[in-house]
């Protein structure tokens, strides 16, 4: 398995403003995936982070929207800049494993925008 | 592309009695894991059982097991003896091991009636 801690695990942001969430895991790994999950939807892959390049983006999610940083191999953020209702979310941050690259979540960081 | 779907949005089950879940995918790849993940109200993504593609014989996990029907592309998840705990929305996942990408179902809300 694996140990994976988010922060914030829960925040009330207000409109236009940014917010980074932080994810750490217990050993190093390849790649790191964000997940986003709307009120009451499945989720949705927003982009993987390697480490030593930029994070590749699913469609719908850009970077000037959604930067993320990937600094070493246990730690990345993701930002969600000039927020607005609409992003008031579930964001998940995952790494998969061996074996068979299973995939494993944090907690979650819940955060409403007003 | 590949797509995960769960067809029942909503189940309920009596206290030790058993339900199925059900779950349907499609991909091109020949290579790929699939997932059943529990969510309860704490909004942590939870593993609850694993299946390799390549393996005829379906996992189980103490009250948990799964039916893999690859030639249908079928998946369902067996609760045995359900619990009050096991009351959660559940996932269906698809892992891309190419692609080292998952997609995930819309997700069915189990209820446990005591």
């Known amino acids: 398995s694996a140990v994976i801690s988010q922060k914030p695990s829960r925040d009330i942001c207000q409109r236009g403003t940014s917010l980074t969430i932080q994810c750490q895991v217990d050993?190093?790994?390849?790649?790191m995936f964000w997940y986003r999950q709307q009120p009451g939807q499945s989720l949705t892959l927003i982009a993987t982070?390697?480490?030593?390049?930029?994070?590749?983006?699913e469609s719908g999610f850009v970077i000037d929207k959604f930067p993320i940083s990937r600094p070493n191999l246990t730690f990345s953020t993701l930002t969600v800049s000039n927020m607005s209702p609409e992003d008031s979310s579930i964001y998940l941050c995952?790494?998969?494993?061996?074996?068979?690259?299973?995939?494993?979540f944090g907690e979650g960081s819940w955060l409403t925008v007003v | 592309a590949q797509t995960v779907t769960q067809s029942q949005p909503e189940m309920s089950v009596q206290e030790a009695e058993t339900v199925t879940l059900s779950c349907t995918y499609d991909?091109?790849?020949?290579?790929?894991?699939l997932f059943w993940y529990k969510q309860p109200p704490s909004r942590q993504m939870i593993l609850v059982i694993r299946?390799?593609?390549?393996?005829?014989q379906n996992a189980t996990e103490n009250r948990f097991s799964v039916n893999f029907q690859k030639a249908a592309k079928s998946f369902s998840l067996k609760i045995s003896d359900s619990q009050l705990g096991d009351a959660a929305m559940y996932f269906c996942a698809l892992h891309n091991t190419n692609a080292g990408k998952s997609t995930f179902g819309d997700g069915t809300t189990l209820t446990v009636k005591p």
């Open positions: 982070a390697n480490q030593g390049s930029e994070a590749t983006y």
């Open positions: 050993s190093q790994v390849t790649m």
């Open positions: 995952s790494v998969d494993r061996d074996p068979g690259n299973t995939i494993y």
């Open positions: 991909t091109s790849e020949s290579d790929y894991y």
């Open positions: 299946q390799e593609a390549y393996k005829q």
